[in-house]
């Protein structure tokens, strides 16, 4: 069983805090990663995706990669109370047939800004 | 632009009816899906369509159907609804296995 662990949460930082978040993943085959940020009630909203070992930076998140220890992270600098959410690790899997890839996701971690 | 469209976006049946939900995309993408989102489950595959003329089941295929109509459509058919069904229902494509989903705004199911 391909799978996508991370911790449920919910995780609480004060407003302007550093938020990190985890992820693990059991295939080590996979080459493909996502970050999603779902608010209550809503879809899923792509936010970030990562192929290579190391860091990628885009605004206030960064992600994380670490191919060896089948290990993403999500870190938010400076957290507000509007990134308050339910936020979704993906890995691209390849699942039945040639060729086909699913994205297996993480059950989310949820995590709450205090003002 | 409208990406990913799903119809309708809530929906009550009775146990034994039956039901299509819609999904269209108009970003010219290859690859659509269709995933149920239960509290505490995560969201967990149904079928999906890797290209056009292409589907295949997922990881909770049971009691459902699909049609890839044509490049831009995928629909979900649920036969004979039960009320493990209820869910929250959501479409996503992408352009080939190396991007994200763009996701559809959902279709709460609810079965009686």
């Known amino acids: 069983q391909k799978e996508v662990e991370q911790n449920s949460g919910p995780l609480s930082v004060p407003e302007g805090a550093i938020a990190s978040l985890n992820c693990t993943y059991s295939d080590r085959g996979s080459q493909s990663f996502f970050w999603y940020r779902q608010y209550s009630g809503k879809s899923p909203e792509l936010i970030m995706s990562?192929?290579?070992?190391g860091d990628k930076e885009d605004g206030r998140f960064t992600a994380q990669l670490n191919k060896a220890s089948q290990y993403v992270s999500l870190l938010i600098r400076d957290s507000q109370p509007s990134d308050s959410a339910t936020y979704l690790c993906a890995v691209n899997l390849a699942y039945s047939g040639a060729g086909s890839y699913q994205l297996t996701f993480g059950k989310g971690t949820k995590l709450s800004v205090i003002p | 632009n409208a990406g990913v469209t799903q119809t309708p976006k809530f929906q009550v049946l009775k146990t034994g009816q039956s039901m299509t939900l819609q999904c269209a995309q108009d970003m010219n993408h290859n690859s659509m899906y269709w995933y149920r989102q239960d509290p505490g489950m995560g969201l967990r595959l149904i079928y999906y369509s890797a290209s056009e003329g292409t589907t295949d089941k997922g990881e909770v295929p049971n009691g459902y159907n699909v049609s890839r109509l044509n490049k831009r459509e995928f629909s979900l058919r649920l036969e004979s609804a039960a009320p493990s069904q209820t869910s929250v229902y959501f479409c996503?494509?992408?352009?080939?296995?190396?991007?994200?989903?763009?996701f559809g705004s959902g279709t709460r199911l609810t079965v009686v």
């Open positions: 996503a494509s992408r352009p080939d296995r190396n991007y994200g989903y763009t």
């Open positions: 990562i192929y290579s070992n």
